[in-house]
Structures are given as structure tokens and as C-alpha cells.
């Protein structure tokens, strides 16, 4: 997603023609990546186990699991501008701090998709819009390793505990 929104940025300050192609491209990358996140959503649900053991470690792993699938989900459906359960949202936001009144992506796409349906080639809407989308896409990002890396750190941390 950030080489294509680079790429609309390039064109747009050529001022090159094949900007609506790009516009196109984007347009059908986000559309296939929004049909992946809803599959991925679907396989989540399935996902979440219910059974419960009595085990301390087992038990505390399925918590951290919960805790990580709920962040993830809340973050997929952000980003595919699907509605999501206020719980997660709110969980979320914590730990992304992502603003819930405003999401960036739906923005380009919207100024994306006026810019090409008016077939204007100025772009400076869009080129606001792209430049507010990238410390999103940044934020996430690394909201996202850092998830990753605390998650190793509570896996490890569980493990060394019920090895003791």
C-alpha cells in the first residue's frame, strides 16, 4: 500500500497522464486488500478458542491470544472501513492511538475516487490527503511490531515461569 500511494504521489507531481492509471491501480489493490482483510475477519471468529483448561500457562497464553486477536481484528477492520465491536475499537485505540472520528484511508479513497471520476489532474486534494495517510500507515506500522515484539517478550515470559 505505501509503494502505491508513493507511486499516486510521483504521478501527481509529474503531473503525467498516467495518473489515472495509477488511481486505478490503487483503487483495485485497496478493493482486493479490503476482500482479503474481510476473509481474514471471518477466519478470525472461527479462530477464538473456547475451551478452557485449567492450566495457569495454557490459560494465561489463551488471555494474550485474545488480547492480540482482538487488537488485530479492531486494526483489519480499520483499515478495510468495516464497523467493529466498540470493545475492540476501544481496545485499539489504546494501543494504536489512532483518532476513531477520523480514518485516513476512507479519506484517500474518497479524493481518489472524485479526483478520478472529475478527471482532474491538479491532484491537491489527493496529495493532502496521501501526506495525512502516511504517518497513519507509519503509526500502524510500528504499532503493529511493537505488538509483535511484546508479544514474543509475554510468550517467552509465560514460558520461563511454567518451566520454573
Known sequence: ??????????????????LQGEIRRYLKSRKTVVKAIQKVLKGMVSKKSTSS??????????????AVVDVLESLLTFISQ?????????????????????NEF????????????TMNNS??????????????IQDLEEGVESLFRRLI????????IHNL
Do not use: H
Open 123 to 136: 491532484g491537491e486534494e489527493v496529495q493532502v490527503q496521501l501526506k495525512n495517510l502516511q504517518p497513519c
Open 53 to 66: 483448561n485449567n492450566v495457569e500457562t495454557v490459560s494465561m497464553l489463551k488471555e494474550a491470544e485474545s
Open 1 to 18: 500500500m505505501k509503494e502505491s500511494v508513493a507511486e499516486i504521489q510521483s504521478a501527481i507531481r509529474r503531473r503525467q497522464d498516467g
Open 153 to 160: 517478550k509475554t510468550r517467552a515470559s509465560i514460558l520461563n
Open 106 to 117: 476512507s479519506d484517500v479513497d474518497a479524493a481518489l475516487k472524485m479526483n478520478n471520476s
Open 82 to 102: 468495516s464497523s467493529s465491536k466498540p470493545t475492540s475499537w476501544s481496545l485499539f485505540k489504546r494501543v494504536a492511538s489512532v483518532a476513531a472520528t477520523e
